[in-house]
Nanobody, 120 residues
Framework: QVQLVESGGGFVQAGGSLRLSCAASGRTFSSYGMGWFRRAPGKERDIVAAISWNGGATYYADSVKGRFTISRDNAKNTVYLQMNSLKHEDTAVYYC?????????????WGQGTQVTVSS
């Protein structure tokens, strides 16, 4: 069982930055693929970024490439999403996700979500 708790969301002006954190419980965190998804108002939940168990491989949605960076610290059981050059269209609830292989093919655990609001 893995429990995920996000933090770091908030309100920011366009062009600004935020860093989201996801703290995971469980001794097997380091063996899980992790990722961030988001759900904008009126839209489906979509993948934002993913990272392999050892951080050696990453994936980004086209809409965030070059602006967002996903990373993880297995010693702290934490995954991060650094978001720079934020745009109004990045406004969404951001969810942390975990899967034993990769979140790109299926998510086993979800966090509760954290709201990110970017003013235009």
């Amino acid at each position: 069982q893995v429990q995920l708790v996000e933090s770091g969301g908030g309100f920011v002006q366009a062009g600004g930055s935020l860093r989201l954190s996801c703290a995971a419980s469980g001794r097997t965190f380091s063996s899980y693929g992790m990722g961030w998804f988001r759900r904008a108002p009126g839209k489906e939940r979509d993948i934002v970024a993913a990272i392999s168990w050892n951080g050696g491989a990453t994936y980004y949605a086209d809409s965030v490439k070059g602006r967002f960076t996903i990373s993880r610290d297995n010693a702290k059981n934490t995954v991060y999403l650094q978001m720079n050059s934020l745009k109004h269209e990045d406004t969404a609830v951001y969810y942390c996700a975990a899967a034993q292989r990769t979140v790109l093919t299926g998510v086993e655990y979800w966090g509760q979500g954290t709201q990110v609001t970017v003013s235009s």
